[in-house]
């Protein structure tokens, strides 16, 4: 006979979901107060979750959505490997490859199994970025390498902890293979320790409703964000929507690499196939198959119903189609540590496609590309660590895009980074690097009726001879689009000692060794117009211009609004002439990238 | 005698204690908005007259504010036209922020970041620079001060921040800034971030200096204000304004550190929290504030509100001590709604009082978490506000049924409760982040609950978390003005350091808090408090080398700082980190961030009157029986007291309701309530989960 099924009741749904969101946000929270890397501590590149006994993510802390929707296929990769037998309470596994459901080397995803009664009810896991995992470069940010066994160590699914005890073993390989082991080692300790919390926290969960209520409710509560989506996609017209954007350059062959997404949507769900798309490239911005469904994942639930639960059920009605060989989902060994550079770029493209059905819902092109800084060297004779090897990372993104009824807001970071930046105090306090300047770049947002945020600018200057820095970054080629008459942002640059006899550009991808006095200029790339600049409020235009974020040469030539550089008010009688109609007419030529392809 | 006088968004409230005659009196009054002194002043002639005293016997009154004074200004972008100073190059930090978006704005493309408080063109640079040891790059180039100055004058600021990087390693140069600011144009008052808040991480600094500017001539005219209208009608009356620290300051001292009293309402109430905790011997205690719009949530570590500097005010961070309060938008008001996918929520949304609750009959049409207590029976539709404000049972019936139950196919009473797990849920959620997060077990406090609704969850949230013990105390609708007057006076100093512990240098450390203490003393000394009434503590923030975030640690010492002093407030930090994140190690070095040192000056006690325990029946507090709902039993009939006729030593088994003006208390199955001899209720909660 067939057991009877236990009805959900909707009401211990959203109990049970608050209580397990409180348990990624605990971890989470662990993670970064115990952790020893900048890249944890301060810029926050993690990501924790709570999962069913099937390895369905049921409730994630608030990170990164590009590490929160990409634990998804590691934790498939779990379950086909691990039998229940095989794991014991106080385990914990780790792993990163990218060819087994990992994001990039850089990133340790841990798991821990908990139990009830020596039953297997579920799983936490953690996910963060760490500073240095060995490999040819410093922090795994050189861009331009070509295979994976040179972006660190990666790891199967091992266990780091068995039965609560550190595995020696693995703790010693790692030690032997990675610059800055006092801190990795420290970090790896805090990301067990975060699991460890949240094992003790589920387990109090199961103990109180048992296994067979928790797994009824949690399933419902899939079903229910899975519901949610479809009824979401339901109301958006059916066809096949295309976008397409570029990564400026792999960091070896200089050529563009094109990204083209197509989103066939019927009915109550949507397929995404990757045809037009580049084949894998020799360089590292290939994108592993974990980090493209985030990107996909991420674009379709902002667009589609932002609120829902993010939980496994919201990808049901999702499919990703994308054919091995292609930079989206290359073959081993390729590399892929600056993945980020294309993940974003299909984000871009999923909104620029979905721009087409729903131009309320959308954003503009941002910055679009994550630009990751490692310097590394040893702090000088007198410093506090004399000798001491250090990695120190800045990760930086630049302007978002704008949208239908607002600004890009300068300064915020967009899409599926969710990062911090570093304090210039946390920066100096602990490195020898002093930071000359963080500012906006005026006029690098893309003009339209809402202005694309503005790029930024962060000059370093390195106080040690010797010091290393390897990099990636991306547009700086192709600029964020802009939307419906919106122009493009400004792109990127990096510029080696700005204003000086010495002045040189360097490659967005790269390493170059530095030396004591010299200054590293990040100029990142704004964000992307919305609508045509002439529809422009005049007097939006004038605050811009009054707050310096837009010249008035810009006001004039962008927006045809001629500003009094004395009274700072407009022209009228420039206004409503041939200026106007010469700014629009400019943007007519600027036609999007969806008509690109 | 004292006063304390808590204004609130709607209702002013206040309290008297008359330490002679060792009385205790409340009342309320409404907030006047447009001048809130004037709201203060009723308040005043109202409880002179309850308590038929004269202000010739008032010692001093302690006032409070929620939302009235700042936040308002915040939120409506009224405060001054403020100007910012910083180093060269860094202007845009205070609008880069640390670029993070908000939480809600994970997937949600349209939620932004607060637009700065200073807009660009109002932050100016001058030459300068300061690097990690706090040693001079970069002379200050005065000659740039004075340009910069002079523009922020043009441009007619009223108020100037200041912020240049490592100024809390060498104030120096911000200092001379501020001389040039009062030279060249002194009717603008400045903010210094060294005195604001000298800690590390340039962007919470300068937010935290320029929410001083901003709302210091705001708060300095209240206060000015508020001070003629009391000397008009009474003569000098000795004001003290309380601080989100839980401490109160002089209203003189407070003109300086706006940012310090901003807010400070919801302090009030965890400051009642450890007094009570303190009579009835509980120690650890978790106050949870539950009103119309907001729950709050505070704790009472081994006696003392727990303090962090960590907080956030309207979306910008604000780095000074303050009572840790955390704030949820769950109320009586919060709408309940089915969205898309099936799932019942509760909030964010809010009918507050206008249009209201659909069973205040006003023009609210949604069901909310006062109309699902009314339906469950747990409020009595004619002693809501003591009968002030009518309920509409059928307008709840009818909200609930439309909007919950037939989306949903349940029944009235399933969905009536169904809002009710939902929104205690969330409190769930919240009280567990407040306490564990911190390192603290829920299951070790006692639950201190008031507000208009806090009463009405109270046993079912303590069940929910597994507490044991609930507490409704007197006059659970003015317990934060009650709060105002038992706190002490409180100035708190800190100074970074940011040296590892094994390489501190001992005479340096103990001149800074002996510099420190001097202050606190001084200070104290001019709010007239006697030098055996002050108490002063030490405390230092570490951390493990390379870690970003300090624990608060007290340094025991008797003046003077060794090795040994050292080491022992080392194998404190060791201990809490334990405790807090389940780890230590006393092989890794620790640094010693930022030394912290807090003045108090000690008010006398409150004393309040208690009454011997009388074993007496029931009967005459019993004013009749009522059907109420509860989980598992459905509807049963319990009986229902009047709060004002129990006597002390009474005991009330659940399931029953105890009525009282402001408030109602549900005592659920297995829980039994008891009047202790200051006339609080306490509960005991039975075996039931």
Redesign the interface.
Known sequence: MPKKKLHAD??????LR??M??IA??MG??L???????VI??I?DISCAVFDRNGNTIAQA?HA?MLLTGFELGMRQLRAQFRDEDLSDGDVIVFNDPYNGGQHVMDLVTFAPVFHKNKLVGFVGSMAHHADLGGAAPGGTQGGLTEIYQEGLRLPMVKLYKKGQEDAELFGILNNNIRVP??TL?DI??QA?AN??GAR?LREIFE?YTPIVVQTHTDALLD??E??IR??LEKIPDGTYTGVDYVDDDGLTGKPIKLQVNIHKQGDHAVVDFDGTDEQVPGNVNCPLATVHAAVY?AL??VV??????NSGCYRPFQVNAREGLVVNPKLPRACGARTQTSQKITEAMLLALSQALPE???AGSHGQITNCGFSGYHSANA?ETGKRFVYIDIQ?GGAGA?F??DG??????HLA????T????V??EFPA?V?????IPDTGGAGKYRGALG?RR?IRVLIDDMSFARYGDRQVYGAFGLFGGKEGAKGKFILNPDSPDERPLKSKGLDKLKKGDVVSLRLPGGGGYGAPSERDPQAVVRDV????VSFAAAESEYGVVIDDETLSVDASAREGVARQRADASVDKVATRAARK | MRIGIDVGGTFTDVVLIDDQRGKIHYTKTFTTPKNPAQGVLNGIEKILNIANASIADLDYMVHGHGTTIGTNALIERKGARTGLLTTRGFRDVLEIARVERPDEGLYDFLVDLPAPLVPRFLRAEVDERVDAHGSVVHPLDEDSVVRAVNYLKAQRVETIAVCLLFSFLNPAHEQRVKEICNEIYPEAPVSLSSSICPEFREFERTSTTVINAYLQPIVERYLRNLTAMLNEKYGAVQVRIMQASGGAISAEAAREHAVNIVNSGPAGGTVAGAFIGGLIGDKYVMTVDMGGTSFDIGLVIDGVPRISSEGKFEGYPVKIPAVDVHALGAGGGSIAWVDAGGALNVGPQSASSDPGPACYGVGGELPTVTDANLVLGRLNPDYFLGGEIKLYPERAHAAIEKHVAQPLGMSLEQAAYGIIRVVNANMVKGMAGSSIEKGFDPREFTLLAFGGAGALHACELAQEIGMKKVVVPLYPGAFSAFGLVTSDIRHDYVQTVAKSASALDLDALERAYKTMEAQARAALAEEKIAAEDIAIQWTADLRYAGQAYELNVPVVHNGRLTRKEIDATVARFHALHQKVYAYSSEKEGVDVINVRLTGIGQVPDVKLPKRKRAAQTTRAALKNKRRVYFAERGFVNVPVYERDLLKPGMTLPGPCMIEEIISSTVVIPGATAKLDGWGNIVITLGQTR
């Open positions: 909707p009401v211990l749904i959203q109990v608050y209580a969101e409180q946000d605990e929270h662990t970064i107060r115990t952790a020893r890397s900048t501590k301060e926050k608030h959505p006092d801190k420290g300790r805090a320790s460890f919390v926290r109180r229910y964000s519901k949610r009824a979401g991420y639930i902002a119903d932002p609120h829902v639960a993010p819902r959308v954003m506090h993104g949208r009824c607002r807001r300068d300064g915020q970071d967009s969710r990062f911090l930046n304090p210039v105090e946390a100096e306090l002093r000359e300047c963080y500012e906006f930024l000059d009054r707050d310096g974020k």
